[in-house]
């Protein structure tokens, strides 16, 4: 073997591998940001996986992993997800919870598979959904649709 097809194959080699890692990379990056959801509308004010808002939102009555008590440690941020106003609420331990707001002064679950169970009392509801608790003002739905 010349010495050009041997530093050609070493080179080959090298860019093989650095390929590689690269998609790994990439692959690493989309799972860690929710990378199997399907990716929102070109009008779409939000991604499949909120961000914190800047202050935080607006703070909640919840009990979150089935907690017996309720605690304000949640926090509630109205966003327009493809024209659609979603109410999202987040829990002390990074989790969240989303919910579309529908005519008639009422939330829907917005994403997966547990049904959103919502019963008014006044001015506000009590939304249950998995071993997940919520107490929302009515004022959080503003306008719906």
Do not use: K, W
């Not at 940001?33 to 808002?53: L, V």
């Not at 529908?102 to 071993?131: F, M, N």
């Amino acid at each position: 073997m010349s010495m050009q097809t041997s530093n050609r194959s070493r080179f080959l080699v090298v860019a093989a591998g650095a390929a590689v890692l690269g998609l790994t990379a990439a692959s690493v990056a989309c799972s860690q940001e929710g990378g199997g959801s399907a990716t929102p509308g070109p009008d779409a004010t939000a991604t499949s996986t909120p961000t914190a808002a800047p202050g935080g939102g607006a703070q909640v009555s919840c009990a979150t992993n089935g907690a017996l008590t309720y605690s304000d440690s949640c926090t509630v941020e109205r966003i327009i997800v493809n024209g659609t106003p979603v109410l999202v609420v987040r829990h002390a331990d990074g989790g969240f919870r989303r919910f579309d707001v529908l005519a008639g002064g009422t939330l829907a679950e917005a994403d997966g598979a547990v049904r959103a169970t919502v019963l008014r009392s006044g001015a506000t509801l009590e939304v249950t959904i998995g071993s997940d608790r919520y107490r929302l003002a009515t004022s959080l739905l503003g306008n719906a649709p």
